[in-house]
């Protein structure tokens, strides 16, 4: 018995959706999901990954059996028929990947929104022009006439380089003094939401504050509350954390590959990102953004430990910032040759000593 | 005689025994013939691929181990920078620029480019621009800041090499605007009389929309890095923070043009495998117009995506969401090319030959780097992945696995016409076999690395990779040594090949209607469109349409727009002499 090619079609269509929902769900291709934020990450790439495998199996499958099945024979010289075209074909596979790219737009700004990229209410607090001088007859021409009036708004950039400066530990890293912050530059909180308050928490401060400054070749954090500075980040589970950060000298960018979250630190700028560690472990904190020869090395250990775990490491951490608390801020990272500025990272990074001796600045 | 006589007989092209065939020096000079100029470029931008080829590798080689072991950082980081900037701006951009030189005039039956000594400054640019380039190597400064160049990195790296690489660059995108400006000015007013744009085959379907793209996008890079050379060298700070520069404007601008940048290293070939396809498939293509106006489609798209390189950069929210979109809807474009080609091969009589399997290659592997493409526009998985392994997989599934093979599926399916000559077949197939293993033994694995946690650009890496790395670098070695099969072929076949006849493809463009290769001036009379370019199938279309036979027998098919009259014999320049 013969059987039909719309049968064939559909044993096909469901052995290809089977199998492509199947390696969605376990393909393994990611680390541990540390934050509640990985999570919805990682179920926006599940779903992908169940249509891209179905595309992948659909296009190479047309294709690899084309290849056979309709190869030329030998001596058989003919053309194949001649069809130009199918108007109800393309307008099917014209609409159907729209459908699914839109149906993927909607699922990421949905995991966007959760994560608290997209706050629609900072928009509105966003500095406009000043639309009162603006009515006023001249003041197009007053505006042409003479360099740009010092603006009355705030500068949202300064204040919350301000406000990270307040910690005398982080005033200590960050040479302020030498990159000016950038006005209004879009990257911070209320402007331009980086990654960070959710809509449900918008407004609201979060529980732990994290200083990090990036510099050639290293991390530094700081920690508002306390005023320690340490070379390792230590974050309690089930507390949002706010890092906001910023870079000394070149872009950097901050990325735990176990959080599923990256955002550039940029000298003169000021970022943020927020997020809610949920799973114990030892994570690694690495640079992602080009910024020298030994940008490899740029690695800081990470801790999500449980709240008595994270006040414990608070506490050694005041008592020994206290020993060495003058001669700490005395350092300035500047100062120092990469060499010794790189010394005591170096051997948590399995870096070998003779590599830093190559280093010349 | 009259003057007017002369004035014919001297427009009579010199019909020696093998037409087309000049001295080999020809090829080292200032020539203003396009095909001599597609060659060159052709030729001189592979020189610059086999270089960069060998930079990849030093860089697989380090990265085979996880610690620093094979060069310095320092010249690690040189490395990547030129292998990139090379195989972007020496290798794939001209190259699509020599394919297009080579092909445009002789597809729509015009005699030379519209510019043709501008044609010629335009491929002068490349040799000196690469070899400058290449020299920052030897004065010990290379550029390795990475072909992004950010600033402020780009600024306190060393200053001779970023200033070379400034230079270099735009030369090569000054190149590359000259360049557009005749393929734009050729195909609008060159095309023989009958030859509407819809009778246009698609490979200048796709010059047409690369050119438009690349006037468009690369005076913005020109400005860029104009701006970037100022902060370098005269201390001003348009991008250099510590004066209250904004590093993030160059991005945008370094964006504006590199984004559209991957469309003007794509859409030539694009258009090259849409001539391919339907030849070896004995088919029409499937969709013409639906092709042809997805190139437009992608070309205005491409302008619009560029901040999705920048989603963990400064920008605000709602513009991530902006680019997000955009950047997704290029895949249904993209999508409608790669279900035309499909369908176009369904049903047809494949002659799978080494250009075919190129072709195939070319559709079979793009399709991994698309559809990783739509997955990194997602805003939430693009800010866990940017910068890592899984977008080096992904530009090389895209620029490798969809370029580099279109290049070499156009080489070989041109190759014969090029040259008057066949390349030998069981060969090419073996570079092929060869460039598919070592293709997806190098970047397939990236994928997991980058998933995993391994970023880009590092010569050091966590030791948990090293199983990985250890594959891909050998996949590297293969695709070196892929290239060795392909560079004696083409040599040996050049020189002593068997001789491939007008034809060799019955193909019915017009590039396959004149000499192989073809004479000076392309054509002996200006050609009459008898067919259009993908008529296969048709009665009599099958048996190839030499335009020069006075007597050419064809039925008008119903899907042919234009067609010549068939009972009118074709004027020769030789019988119009004879009237007088």
């Not at chain 2, 550029?143 to 600033?151: C, E, K, L």
């Not at chain 2, 000259?178 to 009958?194: D, E, H, Q, S």
């Not at chain 2, 106006?293 to 963990?312: C, D, E, K, P, R």
């Amino acid at each position: 018995m013969k059987i039909p090619t719309s049968i064939w079609t559909l044993l096909i269509g469901i052995v290809l959706t089977l199998a492509s929902f199947w390696y969605g769900q376990n393909h393994g291709l990611l680390p541990a999901a540390a934050t509640d934020e990985a999570v919805l990450v990682d179920g926006l790439f599940n779903a992908m990954m169940i249509v891209s495998t179905g595309i992948f199996l659909l296009v190479e499958g047309i294709l690899i059996y084309s290849a056979f099945r309709y190869r030329q024979r030998a001596g058989d010289n003919k053309d194949g028929p001649p069809v130009e075209g199918n108007i109800p074909l393309e307008i099917l596979w014209t609409a159907i990947p729209a459908i699914i790219v839109i149906g993927i737009s909607v699922y990421s700004f949905d995991v966007y929104n959760e994560i608290g990229g997209f706050d629609p209410h900072a928009i509105h607090e966003a500095p406009m022009m000043n639309q009162e001088s603006m009515a006023m007859p001249g003041s197009a021409m007053a505006a042409t006439l003479s360099d740009t009036p010092p603006s009355t708004e705030p500068n949202l950039n300064q204040e919350k380089s301000d406000e990270a400066m307040q910690d005398p530990a982080t005033a200590a890293v960050r040479n302020a003094d030498q990159i000016p912050q950038l006005r209004n530059a879009p990257g911070v909180g209320s402007v331009a939401p980086t990654i960070g308050g959710t809509p449900d928490k918008a407004g609201k401060p979060a529980e732990l504050q994290v200083n990090v400054t990036g510099l050639q070749y290293a991390w530094i954090f700081t920690y508002p509350e306390t005023g320690i500075t340490t070379g390792e980040m230590h974050v309690p589970i089930g507390r949002e954390v706010q890092i906001s950060m910023t870079a000394n000298d070149v872009i950097h960018a901050f990325w735990v590959p176990e959080f599923r979250l990256k955002q550039d630190a940029i000298p003169g700028r000021q970022s943020e990102i927020r997020f809610t560690p949920q799973k114990a472990g030892d994570y690694t904190l690495i640079c992602a953004e080009l910024c020298g020869p030994y940008h490899g090395a740029m690695r800081a250990p990470v801790v999500v430990e449980p709240q008595e775990a994270f006040d414990k490491w608070m506490q050694e951490q005041l008592v020994a910032s206290k020993e060495t608390l003058n001669q700490a801020i005395a350092v300035n990272p500047a100062d120092l040759s990469p060499n010794e500025f790189l010394a005591p990272y170096t051997k948590d990074m399995g870096i070998k000593p003779e590599i830093l001796h190559q280093v010349h600045h | 005689m009259t003057q007017a006589q002369l004035q014919e007989t001297a427009n009579i092209p010199a019909l020696s025994e093998e037409p087309g065939i000049r001295k080999w020096q020809d090829y080292f000079g200032f020539n203003t013939d396009h095909k001599v100029i597609g060659i060159q470029y052709l030729v001189t931008t592979f020189i610059f691929y086999c270089i960069g080829g060998v930079m990849a590798d030093l860089v697989r080689t380090e990265l085979r181990t996880p610690e620093v072991d094979f060069v310095t950082p320092e010249v690690y980081n040189s490395l990547f920078t030129l292998h990139a900037t090379i195989m972007i701006f020496l290798w794939i951009v001209p190259a699509g620029a020599g394919f297009a030189n080579f092909l445009i005039p002789l597809m729509i039956g015009a005699k030379d480019m519209a510019f043709p000594r501008l044609n010629a400054v335009a491929f002068w640019m490349i040799p000196p621009a690469g070899l400058l380039l290449i020299a920052s190597l030897v004065v010990g400064d290379a550029p390795d800041a990475g072909w992004t160049s950010y600033p402020p990195l780009s600024l306190v790296t060393g200053q001779v090499g970023e200033g070379i690489w400034i230079m270099s660059v735009l030369l090569l995108g000054t190149s590359s605007i000259l360049g557009a400006i005749n393929f734009l000015v050729t195909l609008l007013k060159m095309r023989i009389p009958g030859m509407g744009v819809h009778q246009m085959p698609l490979f200048c379907w796709a010059m047409f929309a690369t050119s438009a793209l690349t006037l468009v996008s690369t005076p913005v890079l020109a400005a860029g890095l104009i701006l970037l050379a100022f902060d370098l060298i005269a201390g001003t700070t348009f991008f250099n923070p510590t004066g209250g520069g904004d590093p993030v404007v160059y991005q945008h601008m370094f964006w504006f043009y590199s984004h559209p940048a991957v469309y003007i290293m794509i859409l030539p070939f694009f258009g090259a495998i849409s001539e391919i396809i339907p030849v070896h498939s004995r088919k029409p293509i499937f969709g013409y117009k639906a092709i042809a106006y997805s190139s437009l489609a992608i070309s205005f798209l491409g302008l619009i995506v560029w901040a999705h390189h920048m989603f963990t950069s400064g920008i605000p929210g709602w513009l991530r969401m902006f680019f997000m979109i955009t950047t997704m809807i290029i895949a249904v474009p993209t999508g409608i090319k790669i279900f035309s080609w499909l369908a176009t091969m369904w049903g047809g009589k494949i002659r799978l030959n080494t250009a075919m399997l190129f072709a195939i290659g070319f559709v079979g592997t793009f399709v991994i780097g698309g559809i990783s493409g739509v997955m990194l526009a997602a805003v939430p998985f693009d800010i866990h992945v940017h910068d890592t392994y899984f977008v080096v997989a992904h530009l090389h599934y895209v620029l490798f696995g969809g370029s580099v093979l279109g290049i070499y599926a156009a080489i070989y399916h041109w190759f014969p016409k090029m040259t008057g000559r066949m390349v030998n077949e069981f060969w090419g197939k073996v570079h092929f076999a060869l460039t598919i293993v070592g293709l997806n033994m190098t970047f397939l694995p990236m994928h997991k690395l980058g998933l995993m946690g391994m970023n880009r650009r590092i010569a050091q890496y966590d030791p948990k990779f090293t199983f990985l790395n250890e594959i891909c670098t050998y996949g590297a070695y293969i695709l070196a040594v892929s290239t060795f099969p392909f560079i004696i072929n083409a040599i040996w076949s050049w020189l002593y090949g068997e001789k491939a006849g007008n034809n060799p493809w019955r193909a019915l463009t017009l590039e396959w209607m004149t000499t192989s290769p073809p004479a000076i001036e392309n054509f002996d009379q200006t050609p009459v469109l008898a067919t259009g370019p993908y008529d296969y199938g048709l009665e009599n279309a099958n048996e190839g349409v030499p335009l020069s036979d006075p007597n050419p027998v064809l039925s008008a098919g119903p899907n042919s727009v234009l067609r010549a009259d068939p009972d009118e014999p074709y004027p020769t320049i030789e019988s119009e002499l004879e009237k007088r």
